[in-house]
């Protein structure tokens, strides 16, 4: 089942096209990483998506209502949680639970409840009864978490969830997600490579408001990956290097020297063969191996790729 | 209007945690006891500085008294109304509240009218504390005057007050800026009350309400019904058009 589908999915402020064409569909339960440079569209397909903003043309639907107009339905289906939360200062944590329990029409005991297991999810309980003007940005980015979680929603947007937070708040919004994938789809955009590297099950990048590619994270690095081999010697590599020019399944064979080290980089023109053949030339070649490596690019070399056209 | 229990709920206890209350309702009393306190102890203020002219001062009527009351909580509660309501959406679009609000299953006409029933309540909670103070105050100190009649002219300030509290809220969902809203409520306020003075067109529209209540004082002059509907008829306008623009808008 899908719970984001998108069709043609356009916004327009004037002539800059915010978004243009997205066509996207989320299928449930999937932590969804949408990754972008700042102003690539990120927040306009999000606010698209939560009915905050009207498209100017296309449509979309999210956890089966279609989005559009005042869809009260939709809302009590998805949580929102915005890049910086803002909240009524003078209320308590506790307190702007309860009103948000209030909006989603749920009993006055079940809001209670529920309101204290999510304070206690995000480590609020304490602070639950200061006003949240006293609160630091990580409790309010943890409380707007948590009062994005009050009516156990199909659908989450997290708008950069993780963007205000030290690196412990990080890793416990993380592991949050991670958690909540069991019961919720989770469209999560952001620009920090790790954190979808961490928790997503697919990502989509949009750069100009065009989204460039679509694939689970395990198929971007398999179709990314650039082949390369790295071996590292402690003896001189350049001889061993030379030997390779000429061998038509690698190209581009190099000796470098990093921290005292000699290292050959090549390319695999033919990958199996390159498996089967590499390790039996270092064998011949007598000298003493300390690394062999294929590199695998990690998601931020992926991103700078896309971005900078290499998909296309 | 889904959620609009939960939303006037947070709106009353808003009010009474940012003061707006006590600060209205402050304002109010301040001129209501001052007014008679003034008229009464003018001729002995004057008489005190030496100045001859305390003495061609006729003495205070409770009439007048009231009247000039209604007429300063005409003025300062025009006013006070407005910078209590200019940044009522505004401000919670510009600073992001009305965002996580919005983001739940409430629809924008209960927001809206959330705030406005809100500050209605501290408008009249404001004027029935004050209200019977000067009361008070004028048949002690001045003499007795017509206790329905001064009801009557409250009842007809507090439309009028609840005239600019709509105009200011439909203002605060048009703009962004709540200085720019406050503005253009004022002046808007202002255009109508001189509007008002021209004859016949005047007497439909919503200044006409203070006349009327001053004639309800002095027991003579016309009353204005149409003046109250047309006020109503606004007021209601207000309202839709301020929860259609925030329905049409981009947040």
């Not at chain 1, 009524?88 to 009103?99: C, L, P, Q, R, V």
């Not at chain 2, 004057?46 to 002219?53: C, D, F, P």
């Not at chain 2, 105009?167 to 009350?193: D, E, P, W």
Request: hydrophobic share 45%; proline share 4%.
């Amino acid at each position: 089942m899908t719970a984001i589908s998108t069709e043609g999915l356009s916004k327009y402020f004037g002539s800059v096209k915010a978004l243009d064409n997205l066509n996207l569909a989320v299928p449930e339960n999937t932590v969804f990483g949408f990754l972008g440079p700042n102003g690539a569209g990120k927040t306009t397909t999000v606010k698209l998506l939560t009915g905050f903003s009207h498209p100017t043309s296309g449509k979309a639907t999210v956890a089966g209502e279609r989005v559009g107009g005042e869809n009260l339905a939709l809302r009590s289906k998805i949580g929102f949680m915005p890049d910086v939360p803002a909240f009524y200062d003078w209320m308590t944590g506790a307190e702007f639970m309860h009103f948000a329990g209030e909006l989603h029409r749920l009993p006055s005991d079940k809001t209670r409840q529920r309101s204290a297991e999510l304070l206690q999810l995000v480590e609020l309980t304490k602070a639950g009864n200061r006003r949240i003007g006293t609160y630091s940005r990580g409790m309010r980015q943890r409380l707007g978490i948590a009062q994005a979680l009050i009516n156990r929603p199909e659908v989450l947007f997290m708008d950069e969830p993780t963007s205000a937070l030290d690196p412990i708040g990080r890793r416990e919004v993380l592991e949050l997600v991670s958690r909540l994938k069991q019961s919720a789809t989770i469209f999560m955009s952001t620009h920090i490579l790790s954190d979808v590297e961490r928790v997503c099950d697919m990502v989509g990048i949009i750069n100009k408001g065009k989204l460039v590619v679509v694939s689970t994270v395990s198929d971007l690095h398999k179709k990314y990956t650039r082949s390369i081999f790295e071996i590292e010697f402690l003896e001189d590599a350049r001889p061993f290097a030379a030997s390779l020019q000429n061998l038509s399944w690698l190209a581009d064979p190099q000796c470098v020297t990093e921290n005292g080290q000699q290292i050959v980089r090549v390319r695999a023109v033919d990958m199996d063969q390159a498996r089967r053949e590499l390790p039996r030339l270092i064998g011949d070649s007598g000298l003493t191996m300390t690394r062999y490596e294929l590199i695998v690019p990690n998601l931020e070399d992926i991103f700078m790729n896309v971005i900078n056209g290499g998909n296309t | 209007m889904n959620g609009l229990l939960p939303l006037l709920k947070k709106e009353l206890i808003e009010q009474l945690r940012t003061y707006r209350l006590l600060v209205v309702g402050g304002i109010f009393l301040f001129f209501g006891i001052l007014t008679p306190l003034t008229l009464k102890f003018l001729p002995q203020i004057m008489k005190l500085s030496g100045e001859q002219i305390a003495l061609d001062i006729p003495p205070p009527t409770a009439i007048q008294s009231l009247i000039e009351y209604a007429g300063t909580i005409g003025q300062v509660g025009v006013l006070v109304m407005v910078l209590v309501a200019m940044g009522t959406v505004a401000n919670e679009i510009k600073h992001g509240t009305g965002l996580l609000t919005l983001s739940k299953p409430v629809t924008r006409a209960a927001f809206v009218f959330a705030k406005f029933l809100a500050m209605c309540a501290t408008l009249l909670v404001s004027l029935m504390i004050a209200s019977p103070v000067t009361y008070g105050y004028t048949v002690g100190l001045i003499g007795p005057a017509s206790t329905a009649a001064f009801i009557g002219q409250n009842l007809l300030l507090a439309v009028f007050l609840l005239f600019c509290l709509a105009v200011t809220i439909l203002f605060s969902a048009l703009f962004k800026s709540s200085l720019a809203a406050g503005g253009i409520s004022i002046g808007i306020i202002i255009c109508l009350a001189l509007v008002s003075t021209l004859p016949v067109i005047g007497g439909y529209l919503p200044g006409k309400l203070l006349t009327w209540g001053n004639n309800l004082l002095n027991g003579s002059g016309n009353s204005y019904w149409w003046a109250l509907i047309v006020t109503v008829i606004i007021i209601g306008i207000c309202l839709y058009l301020a929860q259609y623009v925030l329905k049409k808008k981009e947040i």
